[in-house]
C-alpha cells in the first residue's frame, strides 16, 4: 500500500476524542509511510487529518471539486490539491488515488462515500481494504446494522467480512497490511463464452 483514502467529517464533532483520532490516524499514515488522500478541506476533521499527516513529514493529496472550494476551504498547503469538477469527480479520483479506504467519524458525505467504496468492493471493482475508525463507539451501532443485515440474509459472510473495524490508527492499518479480499468476480466484467 502506498495511500490511504480518508472520509472524515467538514466538522470536528462534538468530542475531542474525534479530533484526537484524526491527528493520530494522520501520524500514523505518516510513520508508516503511507501517503494520505483526502477531500482537500481545511476544516473539520479534514484539516485536521491532512495537518497531522504533513506536520508528521507525510504527504497529503486533496481532491475537492471547484463548487466547494471556498464552502470547505480548500487546504492550500497540501502536497498535491486535485480540483475537479463534480462530487463524482472527486469520489472517483480519491478511488483511483488509494490503496485502502477508512472512515473516521463525520456525517452523511462520510458515510455515503464509504458505503459506496464498500459496495464496489461488494462489486469486485476493487479489492483494496475498507475500515471503519470507531472512535468512542461512533460506528458501533452501524457494525451492529451490518450484522443484522448479515443475519436477516441481505449481506453474506464473505461481504460482511470486507469491513474492518477498530478503535486506534495502527490496529486497523495492521488489518489493512494483512487484508485479502473475498473471491469476488467483478460483475461489470464481460461472462465468459462457452
Same mark, same amino acid.
Given at each position: 500500500?502506498?495511500?490511504?483514502?480518508?472520509?472524515?467529517?467538514?466538522?470536528?464533532?462534538?468530542?475531542?476524542?474525534?479530533?484526537?483520532?484524526?491527528?493520530?490516524?494522520?501520524?500514523? +499514515? =505518516?510513520?508508516?509511510?503511507?501517503? *494520505?488522500?483526502? !477531500?482537500? /478541506?481545511?476544516?473539520?476533521?479534514?484539516?485536521? $487529518?491532512?495537518?497531522?499527516?504533513?506536520?508528521?513529514?507525510?504527504?497529503?493529496?486533496?481532491?475537492?471539486?471547484?463548487?466547494?472550494?471556498?464552502?470547505?476551504?480548500?487546504?492550500?498547503?497540501?502536497?498535491?490539491?486535485?480540483?475537479?469538477?463534480?462530487?463524482?469527480?472527486?469520489?472517483?479520483?480519491?478511488?483511483? +488515488? =488509494?490503496?485502502?479506504?477508512?472512515? *473516521?467519524?463525520? !456525517?452523511? /458525505?462520510?458515510?455515503?462515500?464509504?458505503?459506496? $467504496?464498500?459496495?464496489?468492493?461488494?462489486?469486485?471493482?476493487?479489492?483494496?481494504?475498507?475500515?471503519?475508525?470507531?472512535?468512542?463507539?461512533?460506528?458501533?451501532?452501524?457494525?451492529?446494522?451490518?450484522?443484522?443485515?448479515?443475519?436477516?440474509?441481505?449481506?453474506?459472510?464473505?461481504?460482511?467480512?470486507?469491513?474492518?473495524?477498530?478503535?486506534?490508527?495502527?490496529? *486497523?492499518?495492521?488489518?489493512?497490511?494483512?487484508?485479502?479480499?473475498?473471491?469476488?468476480?467483478?460483475?461489470?466484467?464481460?461472462?465468459?463464452?462457452?
Amino acid at each position: 500500500m502506498d495511500r490511504i483514502c480518508v472520509y472524515c467529517g467538514s466538522s470536528s464533532g462534538a468530542r475531542s476524542a474525534y479530533q484526537e483520532a484524526a491527528v493520530s490516524l494522520g501520524r500514523t +499514515l =505518516a510513520e508508516r509511510d503511507l501517503g *494520505l488522500v483526502y !477531500g482537500g /478541506g481545511d476544516v473539520g476533521l479534514m484539516g485536521t $487529518v491532512a495537518d497531522a499527516t504533513l506536520e508528521a513529514g507525510g504527504e497529503a493529496h486533496g481532491v475537492i471539486p471547484d463548487g466547494l472550494r471556498e464552502r470547505e476551504i480548500a487546504h492550500e498547503g497540501l502536497t498535491e490539491l486535485d480540483v475537479v469538477g463534480s462530487m463524482h469527480d472527486r469520489k472517483r479520483r480519491m478511488v483511483d +488515488l =488509494a490503496d485502502g479506504f477508512v472512515a *473516521l467519524p463525520g !456525517g452523511y /458525505g462520510t458515510l455515503e462515500e464509504f458505503m459506496e $467504496v464498500l459496495t464496489w468492493t461488494q462489486l469486485g471493482l476493487h479489492a483494496n481494504p475498507c475500515g471503519l475508525l470507531d472512535v468512542a463507539d461512533y460506528y458501533a451501532e452501524l457494525a451492529t446494522f451490518f450484522d443484522h443485515q448479515r443475519e436477516e440474509g441481505f449481506v453474506s459472510a464473505d461481504h460482511r467480512s470486507i469491513v474492518l473495524i477498530e478503535d486506534e490508527p495502527d490496529e *486497523l492499518l495492521d488489518r489493512f497490511a494483512d487484508y485479502e479480499a473475498p473471491p469476488l468476480k467483478n460483475v461489470l466484467d464481460s461472462p465468459d463464452e462457452t
